[in-house]
């Protein structure tokens, strides 16, 4: 018998697997460089209107640049940080706190990838409202990882109950 999706239950890996699908989503927004539709035609418009003093392409290439490389870097780590945190099952406290520093990384890692799209949006100028769909994942990707951490508050009182 089969469960419809809609009434299905929320997976404990749930923050794993999304965690895998934000990363995914991210690579495909850097692919369209963001929502900057041309970048050319946007230096130029900058220029024309006494926002930048030169038509530097150089600058606006490598920070394009830039930023693709740290937001992917951000996303690998959020994905190596939630890996991480379900590879250890704690039967310490020590465990439990290393366990609990993963998730504590990944949800940091989430944060500094909105971070980042914020300046993307400062310094090319581009459609906020194209960025809601990821800002939205990455919120619900920090809301899985708050729910696993609760979670995780059941096997904190049974270890400290064995100590």
Not at 38 to 45: E, K, S, T
Not at 48 to 74: H, V
Request: glycine letters at 4%; proline letters at 1%; a positive charge.
């Amino acid at each position: 018998m089969s469960v419809l999706a809609s009434k299905r239950k929320e997976s404990k890996f749930e923050a794993i697997t999304f965690s895998i699908d934000l990363h995914d989503m991210l690579l495909d927004f850097m692919q369209r460089s963001f929502g900057v539709k041309d970048l050319d035609h946007l230096i130029r418009v900058r220029y024309a209107y006494g926002k930048d003093e030169t038509e530097d392409f150089a600058k606006y290439r490598y920070l394009m640049t830039n930023f693709k490389n740290r937001i992917d870097q951000l996303a690998s780590q959020l994905t190596s940080n939630v890996r991480a945190a379900n590879s250890t099952y704690p039967t310490s406290m020590r465990e439990y706190e290393q366990r609990r520093d993963y998730q504590n990384n990944a949800i940091i890692n989430c944060e500094q990838i909105l971070k980042e799209l914020q300046r993307i949006v400062e310094i090319f100028e581009v459609d906020v409202n194209t960025y809601g769909r990821y800002v939205n994942a990455i919120d619900r990707e920090i809301g899985l990882i708050k729910k696993w951490r609760q979670r995780d508050n059941k096997i904190k009182a049974y270890l400290q109950g064995n100590v």
